[in-house]
T-cell receptor, first 115, second 113 residues
Framework: ETGVTQTPRHLVMGMTNKKSLKCEQH?????MYWYKQSAKKPLELMFVYSLEERVENNSVPSRFSPECPNSSHLFLHLHTLQPEDSALYLC??????????????FGSGTRLTVV | QKEVEQDPGPLSVPEGAIVSLNCTYS??????FMWYRQYSRKGPELLMYTYSSGNKEDGRFTAQVDKSSKYISLFIRDSQPSDSATYLC?????????????FGGGTRVLVKP
């Protein structure tokens, strides 16, 4: 596989559930990102990892917990979410953190619905 | 005031027309200007990248940056139904300035056959 792959594509979870989103990139990039895309709102940066170290936490509630075990994999662990957390969660990667020359490569996202 | 403003549309045009999209921004430190295209149920994909000011052309696509007016544009010539998508502008400053990539809300474009 090439590019950035996200699983699952769709997820429905109750407010008391615990689930995880997975992202994998096959581009040899050193930086990975989690973004949240809600209806009628711009993409919101959640977390940035550079060489497996978290370098940005954009005031995200603790019910979202990222994990980056290596430079190719990124997880977003979810627990006790709220209905307003329903959104499209996008993973992206780039050669280096905040390296814009070739843009970010995005996955297709996980559509999360919290019931 | 939002850092990046973009008309949400939708913008409906007939096939073959020129599509004109734009964003305004507030931070004069922004140096990197990008346009992404996002199809339904897909992630954004980079369409055009410009550093600093000026024009850039790639096939049917032209990106313009006017830093004095804090205004960027994307033009799509000879539009096709396959150009129907949401177009996101994305802008950033220098890494040293600590600026992150900031996205506009996106403009939905519909090209009718």
């Amino acid at each position: 596989e090439t590019g950035v792959t996200q699983t699952p594509r769709h997820l429905v979870m109750g407010m008391t559930n615990k689930k995880s989103l997975k992202c994998e990139q096959h581009l040899g990039h050193n930086a990975m990102y989690w973004y949240k895309q809600s209806a009628k709102k711009p993409l919101e940066l959640m977390f940035v990892y550079s060489l497996e170290e978290r370098v940005e936490n954009n005031s995200v509630p603790s019910r979202f917990s990222p994990e980056c075990p290596n430079s190719s994999h990124l997880f977003l662990h979810l627990h006790t979410l709220q209905p307003e957390d329903s959104a499209l969660y996008l993973c992206a990667s780039s050669q280096e953190a905040w390296f814009f020359n070739y843009g970010y490569t995005f996955g297709s996202g996980t559509r999360l619905t919290v019931v | 005031q939002k850092e990046v403003e973009q008309d949400p549309g939708p913008l409906s045009v007939p096939e073959g027309a020129i599509v004109s999209l734009n964003c305004t921004y507030s931070n004069s430190a922004f140096q990197y200007f990008m346009w992404y295209r996002q199809y339904s149920r897909k992630g954004p994909e980079l369409l055009m990248y410009t550093y600093s000011s000026g024009n850039k052309e790639d096939g049917r696509f032209t990106a313009q940056v006017d830093k004095s007016s804090k205004y960027i544009s994307l033009f799509i010539r000879d539009s096709q139904p396959s150009d129907s998508a949401t177009y996101l502008c994305a802008i950033a400053g220098t890494k040293a300035a600590g600026n992150k990539l900031t996205f506009g809300g996106g403009t939905r474009v519909l090209v009718k056959p």
